[in-house]
């Protein structure tokens, strides 16, 4: 009788895997969850015994629990990614995944702020230590189209003042060099210029990462939480209204550029997008921005 391996031991030795590549510990999570979910439907088999309409049934199953187009997108991502590797082990002779597709959902677009939002937003002064760092960080955020993630991953030796540039880490460990805005750089040096006086306030038995740009009120390398907070105090403390979040920032600036560009390609490799098609999201922001000048301007737009 052929031996058999249970889903749970090829799961965990697939996450083992991402881990060994170097993957997010955020992104190993995801990826834990979506393949738990196959998992509790399918139960403990081998998945070399799964077939094309068991992936689907499951499929059809969360959707019918009412998880979102999107969601569901993402998890069958997961699971064709998880039988990929079991295909480039030998453990499957053919990926059931392959084929299939998540439904449809409406797209919806990016949040992005106003020109004018994201000014009031980043208008200072920043006269304290927290307020220097947060105001280095969101400049750069806007001026380059970073992530949250990739923000906080920034070294010290990831920006070069004075070429006006950022190496960033994106998504599958991709690096890119995008440059940075003036006021961005302006921020950053009154940042670093400071920057010392948080580590001499640290305790000795707390962790301290030297090579982290930004540092978080403990000396560590800043945390997303602490990124969304400062970012909802900052719009709290200019009163803007409009609903603010980190990749907000990245959307403001792709769309921004864009409307004065026109130039889909280069906001592409400065996003970092493998696909154009993940980018060209954000014309549709400026059809937007151009129909309402064209109400606003064109003496035959309105009825009388």
Not at 201 to 221: H, I, N, P, Y
Request: charged fraction near 20%; glycine fraction near 8%.
């Amino acid at each position: 009788m052929p031996t058999t391996f249970p889903f749970s031991s090829r799961v965990d030795a697939f996450l083992k895997a991402l881990q060994a590549r170097q993957y997010s510990p955020a992104t190993v999570s995801t990826y834990a969850i979506d393949l738990a979910h196959l998992l509790e439907l399918v139960g403990d088999v081998d998945p070399a015994g799964l077939a094309v309409h068991d992936i689907r049934r499951a499929l059809a199953t969360l959707h019918a629990r009412g998880q979102q187009p999107k969601t569901l997108a993402r998890t069958l991502s997961a699971w064709r990614s998880f039988y990929n590797y079991l295909a480039r082990q030998g453990f499957v002779a053919a990926n059931p995944c392959l084929g299939l597709r998540p439904p449809k959902g409406d797209r919806k677009l990016p949040n992005a702020l106003s020109v004018d939002e994201m000014a009031k937003l980043l208008e200072g002064p920043a006269d304290d230590l927290g307020s220097l760092r947060d105001q280095a960080m969101f400049e750069l955020m806007y001026s380059s189209g970073l992530r949250r993630a990739e923000l906080i991953g920034l070294n010290l030796d990831s920006v070069d003042l004075a070429a006006g540039e950022v190496t960033v880490t994106g998504k599958g460990r991709k690096t890119r060099l995008v440059p940075v805005g003036q006021r961005a750089l302006e921020a950053l040096r009154a940042w670093l210029a400071r920057r010392g006086e948080v580590t001499t306030e640290v305790a000795t038995e707390v962790a301290r990462d030297t090579q982290a740009l930004f540092l978080g009120a403990r000396g560590g390398r800043v945390g997303a939480t602490a990124v969304r907070l400062a970012l909802n105090k900052l719009a709290l403390k200019h009163g803007v209204t409009a609903h603010v979040h980190p990749h907000a920032l990245r959307h403001s600036f792709a769309s921004h550029v864009l409307q004065s560009s026109g130039d889909l390609r280069a906001v592409q490799e400065m996003l970092g997008h493998a696909s154009l098609s993940t980018t060209q999201v954000y014309t549709h922001l400026d059809f937007q921005h151009l129909a309402q000048v064209y109400d606003q301007a064109h003496p035959r737009a309105k009825k009388k």
